[in-house]
């Protein structure tokens, strides 16, 4: 506890009984007590103790109503909502809003899913009795709402609906588990809702429904607790950061509202769906004091309806003026936030009719009081914030559970006010997103059916059917005029056979389809220069599919059928014969297929065959099988389509054995490779999960696996991944013990400070040069460059090209590689963080690429560099009065490519890469007019043509390098088989076929 403390409390009592408080309380009448109901007296005494400053409170919480009948938080907390040292564990949250449930029919508590890790989650429903009794009745009413086409869209239909009807408020409490705060401001919240007789109050309960989900991520809040109760059992010690904020992803769990992957993104929009909710309103902590971040900054998400913008600018401002006339410092709602990327948990209900709503307040990553300098750009004065928050504070948690609670039951008096309005507004939303076709389009994206893409057309239309998006399927051929690519373009006719998927726009949710399968485009002189997340998103792209958009709405007069399992997309099994062919189309799941069928003969093709006229790539399976492998289920679960052949292709393949995965993780962040994680685990491709730590330990890695996999960790360096967390001060246990039993399950260390080290450097080496296959990415293919693993690869100069999080266009420079197997030969896109390329090179030192330049001017251009003398800038200059002596041809390296070595170069030159290992490259980005596909890109220069996808060679291993992140948040399933098929083909990817030479491959020309 602060010292100052004693000194500090009294001053607060003298001046939260001064007539301050009373004051502004009689000018804002709005929010008055009930002066009958009498106050819990001990309560509100902790209240006032644990407030740090009287302008960090309002008449709206500085006081607790008393109930003989209803317990207060303080019934499981054992002392008040907000008071130090106490983090609630989810299950007593649970267990005290149980208790008022049992305790007041005005509350419900049910059951709304589980997580990963088999926790519950909860929501709660508040209101008074004669709503709660009444709420079949009127969530029917509000699913017709909802779905305006259940009232054929007519307007008069809808009005004794609306008249009758009362709302749904939904909030949720903690999605990131360091930030502490919301479960107890939340119980309270609760507490008030259902006990409090101040007329707002009573106003709130009797025209609304609130829902409470009071933790979001449940396992993370647990683990949150277990390290806070270590902390208070290590006084004056360093204690870990957390890790595992889910079993997953951290803070990442906020970007899941687009591909749905995560259990909690599910449950609450499942949640809000079925109580057919008008707001999703989140509990974050950051920035000081009360970001109410409703209404952000530009650009707004380009698929909103403007009546929820308008909705955001009502809202917000209106919580920010209620909030400054309790004078209340540091509130502010426009901030740096913009509102494009919808993947945030709140913009479920944004993209689902609703109003998303979103509060940061500060906070301490625990329940500790300490004192907090705030920066100049947190304190300062805006135009937007002219009551700043003050520079420096003693900041307690009860602080912050005042600034969410006032804020939330002033917003919540105002919202209850409005009803009316606010549930016309979701009808129109809804009615709106009916009449998409016909008002602002597209009439329908369709899927055309293709055997070979159904394995990743699944995968798309389950995120759909997450997100409550009805799909259809046509049952017969038709013809659709489709605009073309390009503005100015003649619009062209399109033929769907019988079995393409439809997904109508006349339907209530087509906002959040439309937004997942549109592009997106961010313009590079946008005022906004920090966008706050991925600039671009399109599924189409990242899941590798064509996805039409038509706009022409005839196509929803065609004859469809609703489509309720997208799994039936595949699983067939045709011809006959005992041997069974599985085409490499791309599919996620052939790797998974090696390990399910564990008593089958597999071999893999290395060249493409034909069987009865059926074409089968390179990469494809062939499978003697055995019975108890269960194929035709086994085929259908994982999405694949199997063909029977009487006899083996004479082609050349070998076979396969499940490969040995290990998963390496670092103690410094695990949320990069947690996506990574979830891949492998949803695809079935089993693993063990080690650290760099395990890794330093293990020195015959080889002996035991055959793979290992070292997802990014997210902008760590080769020096972090090496050393870890310094080791000046005490070791910080991962461990389960009594204190901390939600620790140490996922993985364990006694200390989790050091890192990879030097050793375990070394064992790594040693598994690539004994064969084993090596997968980086972004910061871990750094770290392979930096520290020797991939020779002849370096990290190109990509600082002046401007990409954030965009989709981005790929050409394949070695389509026979199995790590592009099943692709065919179209340009893969790939979702890039930053713009990440390699440069190659057949000798180690600093060489490498070069951007790309006027050819006239172009330093590295052999022929720029010619002298002045006759014809062109192509051709050689020729010396007079002699024989001509025709110089060596000079050749033109692409960007992409090692530069080519001649005698010169290569004479008495250790530095030369042996050509067996000279590094392959596999996918380079397209050329600056064709590489962005979504998003924003800015000065492509540097990064056109660049190597992006990189073989490097290790002694007998791989060493396989992405710049572009492969596996990422669920939503890249197009570039998933890249890892799966390298892994399928680890030991098979040295390059044989390479020429041996010292110039490069045929597309090393010269320049004419
Ligand atoms: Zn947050």
């Known amino acids: 506890m602060n010292p100052s403390k004693p000194a500090l409390t009294a001053v607060f009592f003298a001046l939260l009984f001064a007539p301050q408080s009373l004051v502004s309380q009689e000018l804002n009448s709005t929010f008055a007590r009930d002066p009958g109901q009498p106050i819990d007296k001990q309560y509100t005494d902790q209240i006032h103790k644990y407030t740090t400053d009287p302008s960090f409170t309002s008449p709206l919480v500085d006081y607790l109503p008393a109930s003989k009948t209803v317990p207060t938080p303080a019934k499981v907390l054992g002392d008040i909502s907000g008071a130090p040292d106490i983090l609630p564990y989810a299950e007593d949250v649970y267990r005290y809003f149980r208790l008022l449930e049992a305790a007041t029919p005005r509350v419900k508590v049910f059951t709304i899913g589980h997580t990963e890790e088999g926790r519950e989650m909860i929501a709660a429903a508040i209101a008074d009795t004669a709503l709660l009794s009444r709420a079949k009745e009127n969530d029917a009413r509000l699913a017709q709402l909802a779905d305006p086409r259940t009232i054929g869209l007519d307007d008069a239909k809808a009005r004794p609906l609306l008249d009758l009807s009362w709302p749904v408020y939904y909030i949720t409490g903690t999605i990131h588990s360091p930030e502490t705060g919301a479960p107890t401001a939340l119980m309270e919240l609760a507490y008030r809702l259902a006990v409090d007789d101040a007329p707002y109050i009573k106003y709130i309960r009797s025209h609304m429904i609130v829902l409470i989900t009071p933790v979001v991520e449940v396992d993370g809040r647990d683990r949150m607790v277990d390290l806070y109760k270590w902390h208070k059992a290590h006084p004056g010690q360093d204690w870990p950061r957390l890790l595992y904020w889910g079993h997953y992803v951290a803070h990442d769990n906020n970007r899941d509202a687009m591909a749905m992957t995560l259990d909690l993104t599910r449950n609450v929009l499942d949640a809000y769906v079925s109580w057919h909710a008008q707001v999703l309103h989140d509990l974050h902590e950051s920035v000081p004091f009360l970001y109410d971040n409703t209404v952000g900054d530009g650009p707004y998400n380009a698929w909103v309806d403007p009546i929820l913008a308008d909705e955001w600018a009502e809202l917000g401002s209106n919580n920010v003026a209620q909030m400054r006339s309790f004078g209340m410092p540091g509130v502010f709602t426009h901030g740096d936030?913009?509102?494009?990327?919808?993947?945030?948990?709140?913009?479920?209900?944004?993209?689902?009719?609703?109003?998303?709503?979103?509060?940061?307040?500060?906070?301490?990553?625990?329940?500790?009081?300490?004192?907090?300098?705030?920066?100049?750009?947190?304190?300062?004065?805006?135009?937007?914030r002219q009551n700043p928050p003050l520079p420096v504070v003693t900041w307690s948690q009860r602080d912050n559970n005042n600034y969410e609670q006032t804020a939330l039951l002033s917003t919540l008096s105002y919202f209850s006010r409005n009803t009316h309005h606010f549930l016309e507004n979701f009808y129109?939303?809804?009615?709106?997103?009916?009449?998409?076709?016909?008002?602002?389009?597209?009439?329908?994206?369709?899927?055309?059916?293709?055997?070979?893409?159904?394995?990743?057309?699944?995968?798309?239309?389950?995120?759909?059917?997450?997100?409550?998006?009805?799909?259809?399927?046509?049952?017969?051929?038709?013809?659709?005029?489709?605009?073309?690519?390009?503005?100015?373009?003649?619009?062209?006719?399109?033929?769907?056979?019988?079995?393409?998927?439809?997904?109508?726009?006349?339907?209530?949710?087509?906002?959040?389809?439309?937004?997942?399968?549109?592009?997106?485009?961010?313009?590079?002189?946008?005022?906004?220069?920090?966008p706050y997340d991925d600039t671009g998103w399109c599924f189409p792209h990242l899941f590798n599919l064509k996805v039409v958009r038509v706009v022409d709405p005839s196509v929803l007069k065609a004859k469809m059928l609703p489509l309720d399992d997208p799994s039936s997309l595949a699983g067939k099994i045709s011809g006959s014969g005992t041997l069974l062919a599985v085409a490499n189309t791309g599919q996620i799941s052939l790797l998974s297929l090696i390990y399910k069928l564990k008593h089958a003969t597999i071999q893999i093709a290395e060249q493409p065959f034909e069987v009865a006229g059926t074409h089968f790539?390179?990469?494809?399976?062939?499978?003697?099988?055995?019975?108890?492998?269960?194929?035709?289920?086994?085929?259908?679960?994982?999405?694949?389509?199997?063909?029977?052949?009487?006899?083996?292709?004479?082609?050349?393949?070998?076979?396969?054995?499940?490969?040995?995965?290990?998963?390496?993780?670092?103690?410094?962040?695990?949320?990069?490779?947690?996506?990574?994680?979830?891949?492998?685990?949803?695809?079935?491709v089993p693993f063990d999960y080690i650290s760099t730590q395990a890794v330093a330990e293990q020195t015959e890695l080889r002996a035991k696996y055959d793979v290992i996999v070292f997802a990014p960790v997210g902008r760590a360096s080769a020096l972090e991944i090496l050393n870890g967390i310094p080791v000046w001060n005490n070791a910080m246990p991962w461990q389960k013990t009594d204190l901390t039993p939600n620790l140490g399950?996922?993985?364990?260390?006694?200390?989790?400070?050091?890192?990879?080290?030097?050793?375990?450097?070394?064992?790594?080496?040693?598994?690539?040069?004994?064969?084993?296959?090596?997968?980086?990415?972004?910061?871990?293919?750094?770290?392979?460059?930096?520290?020797?693993?991939?020779?002849?690869?370096?990290?190109?100069?990509?600082?002046?090209?401007?990409?954030?999080?965009?989709?981005?266009?790929?050409?394949?420079?070695?389509?026979?590689n199995p790590i592009v197997f099943g692709y065919g030969s179209a340009g893969i896109p790939v979702m890039s963080a930053n713009g990440m390329v390699f440069n190659v090179s057949n000798m180690l030192g600093r060489t490498g690429g070069r951007v790309l330049m006027d050819p006239l001017t172009d330093a590295l251009d052999p022929y720029a560099k010619r002298a002045t003398g006759r014809g062109s800038v192509d051709d050689s200059d020729e010396p007079q009065g002699r024989k001509i002596a025709e110089p060596e041809p000079l050749i033109k390296q692409q960007p992409w490519e090692a530069g080519p070595l001649d005698e010169e170069q290569t004479r008495n030159n250790p530095q030369v890469i042996p050509v067996q290992t000279r590094p392959d490259v596999i996918l380079r980005f397209s050329d600056a007019k064709t590489l962005l596909l979504d998003g924003l890109l800015e000065k492509p220069g540097s990064i056109a043509e660049h190597a992006v996808v990189v073989d490097a060679h290790l002694g007998q291993g791989n060493v396989l390098l992405f710049g572009n992140n492969p596996i990422y948040r669920g939503e890249t399933i197009g570039t998933y088989p890249l890892v799966f098929n390298a892994i399928l083909s680890y030991g098979h990817l040295a390059h044989e076929s390479h020429p041996a030479s010292t110039t490069n491959s045929a597309s090393a020309g010269l320049q004419k």
């Open 337 to 384: 936030f913009d509102t494009w990327s919808p993947g945030y948990l709140m913009f479920l209900a944004a993209m689902h009719n609703g109003i998303s709503r979103l509060y940061e307040t500060f906070g301490n990553g625990g329940a500790d009081t300490e004192k907090r300098i705030l920066r100049p750009e947190d304190y300062s004065r805006t135009w937007y």
């Open 428 to 530: 129109l939303k809804g009615k709106r997103a009916v009449e998409k076709p016909t008002l602002e389009g597209p009439a329908a994206y369709v899927i055309p059916a293709d055997a070979a893409s159904a394995n990743r057309q699944i995968e798309l239309l389950k995120v759909l059917k997450r997100q409550h998006v009805e799909v259809e399927q046509l049952t017969s051929e038709i013809s659709s005029t489709v605009p073309g690519e390009k503005r100015g373009e003649k619009p062209k006719q399109e033929t769907f056979p019988a079995g393409s998927i439809v997904i109508r726009m006349d339907q209530p949710y087509s906002r959040i389809a439309d937004a997942l399968l549109d592009r997106q485009f961010w313009a590079a002189g946008d005022p906004q220069k920090h």
């Open 617 to 684: 790539a390179a990469g494809s399976l062939l499978i003697t099988v055995a019975a108890e492998d269960h194929i035709a289920e086994t085929v259908h679960d994982l999405g694949l389509d199997a063909a029977r052949l009487a006899e083996e292709p004479s082609v050349a393949m070998h076979k396969v054995n499940p490969p040995r995965i290990a998963f390496m993780h670092t103690w410094l962040s695990t949320q990069a490779e947690g996506w990574w994680r979830y891949a492998f685990d949803s695809a079935g």
């Open 745 to 816: 399950t996922i993985d364990r260390s006694d200390d989790i400070r050091p890192g990879l080290g030097y050793d375990g450097l070394a064992h790594l080496k040693t598994f690539v040069e004994q064969g084993g296959l090596l997968i980086t990415c972004e910061d871990t293919a750094q770290f392979a460059i930096e520290t020797g693993l991939a020779p002849g690869v370096s990290v190109a100069p990509h600082d002046d090209a401007r990409v954030v999080g965009s989709v981005l266009n790929t050409v394949l420079v070695s389509p026979d």
